[in-house]
């Protein structure tokens, strides 16, 4: 088996005549009321406006199931890249559900915070330089055995990235690059040729995945997943390991994620690293007052140690090259912590709306090389700064 092909599955989804097929429409909605943000040594901003809108759609019959998200914040330019999710799924066997499409590989146990998204959801005001974070808009095909009433769940996923880099008929990769290719003048690489595709070719690249979901204590679901990536280039693989509970109650809500990862990417990839060392901790909490009320505080915590590939000529088939963009920061390495602390109020409007006001805080601590307290680090994002924000969205789910 060379690919896993993924498709909509429209013939089999294809409603018979003496059959029904239920279809709905589900999305979020969060509308920025007020968002006031200060980045230390930037000008302040204050933002009015769609903050989240995400859209999905689900049609069932039978035993078959499928589900379409537009990828409505993408790059739509880009082939395939109007679905963030197209995936069908099969749940004829007992306590067996088979899902095959694109979409979210399951390993974290991830969760919002309070007015913004965890750090493994892109939730930052000073940015942040963790490599794993939530694996979407990804080619898949996964297995799930269990449910509530056994007690547990278990996935395994097979995933591939959606853009896989292009070889020539020798097997070597191709280049974006420019120059004349001598020794005196090479062809100086800004990143390798890439190109989107429906499915991934396990020659190529191959992702595995793993999260097991324990559900036997009452309101408590405790989690571990394993996540594994590597592609033809690659000399070492990456990989991560998740460990989180969450308590959900009429009363306290509970949740808490730590995940050790490790990142090794080739080096004219797209955001690549020599070898990266990642610790994520999360933890909060929301308490309900009544009905309506309740008040919800989230902490987080981010250490990233990254080293920089070193560079330097090569020839292939009588072509020089040499690498551009990426040369001044080679065989660097950053250490840096970040720290988020968010505390706010919620009101619920209604049993699908509700508004919510908080304020967090943020500061990010990066060396690179040993020295500390540097305003600049090529390839870092805000180093030693903190932030500021102040939010007040109106939510609704439909």
Do not use: C
């Amino acid at each position: 088996m060379r690919k896993f092909i993924f498709t909509l599955l429209v013939v089999t989804l294809t409603p018979n005549l003496s059959y029904s097929l239920d279809a709905a429409v589900k999305g979020f909605i969060a509308l920025d009321a007020f968002n006031y943000k200060k980045i230390q040594r930037t000008k302040d901003s204050l933002d009015v406006g769609i903050g989240v809108l995400d859209l999905k759609i689900f049609a069932e019959q039978d035993d078959m199931t499928a589900a379409i998200k537009l990828n409505i914040d993408g790059n739509l330019s880009v082939q395939n890249n109007l679905f963030e999710e197209a995936y069908a799924t099969y749940r004829g066997f007992k306590n067996w559900k088979i899902t095959l499409g694109k979409g979210v590989v399951k390993f974290q146990n991830l969760h919002w915070g309070v007015i913004e998204n965890t750090y493994q959801d892109g939730g930052t005001v000073l940015e942040s330089e963790n490599s794993w974070r939530k694996i979407s808009n990804k080619a898949l095909v996964s297995f799930a055995y269990g449910n509530k009433g056994l007690g547990f769940t278990n996935t395994f996923t097979i995933w591939g990235d959606s853009q896989e880099i292009q070889f020539d008929e020798k097997g070597n990769p191709k280049f974006s690059a420019s120059g004349a290719g001598t020794t005196i003048s090479p062809k100086f690489i800004t990143a390798y040729e890439t190109k989107a595709v429906p499915a991934f070719t396990t020659q190529k690249q191959l992702g595995l995945a793993n999260k097991f979901e324990f559900y036997k204590t009452q309101d408590w679901t405790f989690t571990t997943g394993q996540a594994y990536f590597k592609n033809k280039l690659q000399d070492k693989a990456s990989y991560a390991i998740d460990f989180g509970a969450t308590l959900d109650s009429t009363v306290w809500e509970f949740w808490v994620d730590a995940i050790y990862g490790f990142t090794s990417k080739s080096p004219f990839e797209a955001y690549t690293t020599y070898r990266k060392n990642e610790y994520f901790l999360q933890t909060g909490l929301q308490y309900h007052f009544d009905e309506y009320w309740s008040v919800l505080t989230n902490l987080e915590y981010l250490h990233v140690k990254d080293q920089a590939h070193t560079y330097t000529n090569f020839t292939v088939d009588g072509i020089t090259y040499a690498a551009d963009s990426k040369i001044d920061r080679a065989g660097q390495t950053v250490v840096s912590s970040s720290y988020k602390i968010e505390v706010g109020g919620q009101y619920k409007l209604s049993k699908s709306s509700f508004i919510t006001t908080g304020v967090l805080y943020e500061k990010k601590i990066a060396a690179k090389n040993g020295v500390k307290d540097l305003t600049f680090i090529k390839g870092v994002f805000n180093a030693n700064a903190e932030a500021f924000q102040l939010l007040s969205s109106i939510s609704f789910w439909f």
